[in-house]
């Protein structure tokens, strides 16, 4: 995953690249991955820049996924 990212949206799009390109995961992992991402980026803003996140908001979405959603 070399190429410069500074959004939330295009780290999400090269951890996707990396994995299919990569690390040749099967298009239902992709698939899964996809979606979670999705959901981070919803949560956090797709065009939030990475260097502006912080533990504290990665702890807010871990407690949406315990809290709303049930993950575990």
């Known amino acids: 995953m070399g190429e410069h990212v500074s959004t939330v949206a295009e ?34 803003g797709a065009a939030t820049p990475l260097d502006s996140l912080d533990k504290e908001r990665i702890r807010d979405f871990l407690h949406h996924l315990l809290a709303v959603r049930g993950l575990k």
Request: aromatic share 12%.
């Open 11 to 44: 780290a999400a799009g090269a951890f996707l690249r990396h994995c299919r390109v990569t690390k040749n995961l099967p298009p239902h992992t992709l698939r899964a991955y996809a979606t979670d991402l999705a959901e981070w980026q919803a949560f956090a």
